[in-house]
Nanobody
Framework: QVQLVESGGGSVQAGGSLRLSCTAS????????RGWFRQAPGKAREWVAG????????YYADSVQGRFTISQDNGKNTLYLEMNSLKPEDTAMYYC?????????????????WGQGTQVSVSS
C-alpha cells in the first residue's frame, strides 16, 4: 500500500523560506511524475511544481517559478519543495502526489497517490 506523508509546513513572514518534504512508502517507482499541489480556502486545487522522477526534469507554475525548487533524493523515496521569498498568496495546504506521465507532470487527474497535506501560512 502506497502512502505519502508530507512534513515541513508552518507559519512564516513574507520573504521567508520553508522546505517541505514528502516521504513515500510502498511501491511507486512506476509513477513517473511526482508533484506538489496546493489549495487555499475557497479556491480550486492548483498545481505548483512537478518532477519527472526518471530523468529529473522539473517544471513549475508561473506563480512560483524562480522562488520554489522541487527535488527528490537519489532513492526517489523523498520529494522536496524548497520555497523561498514566500508571499502571503502562497498560503495554502500543500499536497504531494505521485502519478502517471502528463505534460509537465501538471495534470492532477493523472495523479493517483496523494498525501494528507501540510499547511503553509505566510503573513505580511
Amino acid at each position: 500500500q502506497v502512502q505519502l506523508v508530507e512534513s515541513g509546513g508552518g507559519s512564516v513572514q513574507a520573504g521567508g523560506s520553508l522546505r517541505l518534504s514528502c516521504t513515500a512508502s510502498g511501491y511507486i517507482y512506476d509513477r513517473i511524475c511526482r508533484g506538489w499541489f496546493r489549495q487555499a480556502p475557497g479556491k480550486a486545487r492548483e498545481w505548483v511544481a512537478g518532477i519527472n522522477s526518471g530523468v529529473g526534469a522539473t517544471y513549475y507554475a508561473d506563480s512560483v517559478q524562480g522562488r520554489f525548487t522541487i527535488s527528490q533524493d537519489n532513492g526517489k523515496n523523498t520529494l522536496y519543495l524548497e520555497m523561498n521569498s514566500l508571499k502571503p498568496e502562497d498560503t495554502a495546504m500543500y499536497y504531494c502526489a505521485a502519478g502517471r506521465a502528463s505534460f509537465w507532470c501538471s495534470r492532477d487527474t493523472n495523479y493517483d497517490y496523494w498525501g494528507q497535506g501540510t499547511q503553509v501560512s505566510v503573513s505580511s
